[in-house]
C-alpha cells in the first residue's frame, strides 16, 4: 500500500553515465516534486509538476530533465553524471498546490557517483 | 536570498525531559509555517502545521513568533521514539510557495 514509491532505491554509476529515477504515487494526487537533499541535509526543491505540467523549475542543471507520462508519475533522466550529483532523490506528491497542502514523500533514491 | 536557519544539534536529552527546538527565517512575508520529521535515512513526514495563534498536537507545541521571526517546536515528555531529525519548513507567496526547508535539528532522546 506504498503512498508513493521510487526505484530504484540505490544507484551506483560511473562518472558520464545516464541514469533515471522512477516515481508512482496512488494517492491521486494532482502535484508532484522532485528533491534532492545533500550531504549537508539540506533539502531542496528541484521541480514541481501539476497534472503532467512544469510548474517550477529551480534553477537546475539542463542534464536533469523530469518526465511526467501521467499524473500518477514524474520520473527523473538525468545526463551526464557528475560526482557534485551524489545525493539522495526524494519524490513527493500533494493535493492541489503548495500553499497549505501537505507533502507525502518517497522513500528516496540514494545516487552515489563514482 | 531567503533563509531558513536551524540550529543542528543534536540535542542529547533523557526521556521524559521538555525539548524546544527554534527555527529563523529571514523573509518577513513567509507565510505557512510547518514542522517536518525525518528519521535517519528515511523520507520526511509531516509533524505539524504552525498557525499564527500556536497550535498543539499531543506532547508537541508549535509557536510562531512573526514579530521576531521565528517559530518553535516544544516536545514534552520526550520519547525514545522523538529521536530523529526536525525540519522547518517556510514558503511565501512572493516564492510560489516554494518550500524552503532548514537544514534540521537532530533530536536524541536516551533512557
Known amino acids: 500500500d506504498t503512498a508513493v514509491s521510487q526505484t530504484p532505491k540505490y544507484l551506483v554509476t560511473q562518472m558520464g553515465n545516464d541514469k533515471s529515477i522512477k516515481c508512482e504515487q496512488n494517492?491521486?494526487?494532482?502535484?508532484m516534486y522532485w528533491y534532492k537533499q545533500d550531504s549537508k541535509k539540506f533539502l531542496k526543491i528541484m521541480f514541481s509538476y501539476n497534472n503532467k505540467e512544469l510548474i517550477i523549475n529551480e534553477t537546475v542543471p539542463n542534464r536533469f530533465s523530469p518526465k511526467s507520462p501521467d499524473k500518477a508519475h514524474l520520473n527523473l533522466h538525468i545526463n551526464s553524471l557528475e560526482l557534485g550529483d551524489s545525493a539522495v532523490y526524494f519524490c513527493a506528491s500533494s493535493q492541489g498546490g503548495l500553499r497549505d497542502n501537505e507533502q507525502f514523500f518517497g522513500p528516496g533514491t540514494r545516487l552515489t557517483v563514482l | 536570498r531567503k533563509e531558513v536557519e536551524q540550529d543542528p544539534g543534536p540535542f542529547n536529552v533523557p526521556e521524559g525531559a521538555t525539548v524546544a527546538f527554534n527555527c529563523t527565517y529571514s523573509n518577513s512575508a513567509s507565510q505557512s509555517f510547518f514542522w517536518y520529521r525525518q528519521d535517519c535515512r528515511k523520507e520526511p513526514k509531516l509533524l505539524m502545521s504552525v498557525y499564527s495563534s500556536g497550535n498543539e498536537d499531543g506532547r508537541f507545541t508549535a509557536q510562531l513568533n512573526r514579530a521576531s521571526q521565528y517559530i518553535s517546536l516544544l516536545i514534552r515528555d520526550s520519547k525514545l521514539s522523538d529521536s530523529a531529525t526536525y525540519l522547518c519548513?517556510?514558503?511565501?507567496?512572493?516564492?510560489?510557495?516554494?518550500?524552503?526547508f532548514g537544514r534540521g535539528t537532530s533530536l536524541i532522546v536516551h533512557p
Open positions: 519548513v517556510v514558503k511565501w507567496s512572493g516564492g510560489s510557495y516554494i518550500p524552503t
Open positions: 494517492l491521486g494526487h494532482d502535484t
